[in-house]
């Protein structure tokens, strides 16, 4: 598929009844390994994950070497990939030209409660760049409405939550990331203030299941770095049980 029609097929799967649920990867084996499966509709990268893959802290891996991985992960695999791309890097818009580039068809672009103005701006600026690119880009626009969010009231965030989702997709992103620990009352709020199969959650422990926010009305659901982290668990327990005297187990599928 070309990226236009890789764009749409994604952003019709946030409006799809069923909830997406997108396993987040970070380099080009891990897209592979995840991608091989049938229920793989489509991929996300976690941002996290390619940051620590790289030595860095979560949120300053430099643009240019994210955008290098993010390709390379489109480029290995036939479905639609949708990308972290941090705060876009001070220039929105310039980000989601890059991304769209090398064969991205969506983003997550996190606002961390810069001013609300500021932060429209860019959802505006990357909704603009993508249709002068002529691809309908699926732009899972991020507030930090809970997780940066201090002491204040759940109310507030949940306030601040619907004030900003509403902008943004009035701005034209197809979907608003809240992440956080989302209950049941919470969820149920921001759906009915931002809009039915507008909101997009995170998998972490504490949240619902997927089953659950998709009878809420959510749109998608990602999982951040955790499958990163479940895999370097395995290698760190398969590193214990050799420095034991073990041995590699028989019968691994051939998946790098």
């Known amino acids: 598929m070309t990226t236009a029609a890789k764009a749409q097929t994604l952003v019709g799967l946030y409006d799809a009844p069923e909830i997406l649920r997108v396993v987040n990867v970070w380099d080009v084996v891990s897209a592979?390994?995840?991608?091989?499966?049938?229920?793989?509709?489509?991929?996300?990268?976690?941002?996290?994950?390619?940051?620590?893959?790289?030595?860095?802290?979560?949120?300053?891996?430099?643009?240019?070497l994210m955008i290098d991985m993010v390709g390379r992960i489109a480029a290995a695999v036939q479905v639609p990939v949708t990308a972290d791309l941090d705060d876009g890097y001070d220039d929105a818009g310039e980000t989601t030209r890059l991304a769209i580039g090398v064969g991205v068809v969506g983003a997550n672009v996190e606002d961390r409660l810069k001013p609300f103005d500021e932060s429209v701006a860019a959802v505006e600026a990357i909704v603009k760049a993508a249709e002068a690119e002529g691809v309908p880009f699926a732009l899972n626009a991020r507030t930090d409405a809970?997780?940066?969010?201090?002491?204040?009231p759940v109310q507030e965030s949940i306030a601040d939550a619907i004030q900003r989702g509403r902008a943004y997709i009035e701005a034209g992103a197809t979907a608003v990331f809240v992440p956080g620990i989302l209950d049941a009352n919470v969820t149920r709020q921001l759906v009915e203030g931002i809009g039915e199969r507008k909101v997009s959650v995170i998998g972490i422990p504490g949240a619902?299941?997927?089953?659950?926010?998709?009878?809420?009305g959510v749109a998608r659901i990602s999982y951040g770095p955790l499958p990163q982290r479940v895999a370097l668990t395995a290698l760190q327990e398969l590193a214990?049980?050799?420095?034991?005297?073990g041995v590699v187990p028989s019968g691994l599928p051939a998946l790098n």
């Open 32 to 64: 592979r390994a995840v991608a091989a499966l049938p229920e793989t509709k489509a991929l996300a990268t976690a941002g996290h994950g390619i940051a620590a893959s790289f030595g860095y802290d979560d949120g300053v891996t430099p643009r240019d």
């Open 146 to 152: 809970f997780v940066r969010a201090g002491a204040r």
């Open 208 to 216: 619902l299941a997927a089953s659950e926010y998709e009878k809420l």
């Open 240 to 245: 214990v049980s050799l420095y034991g005297g």
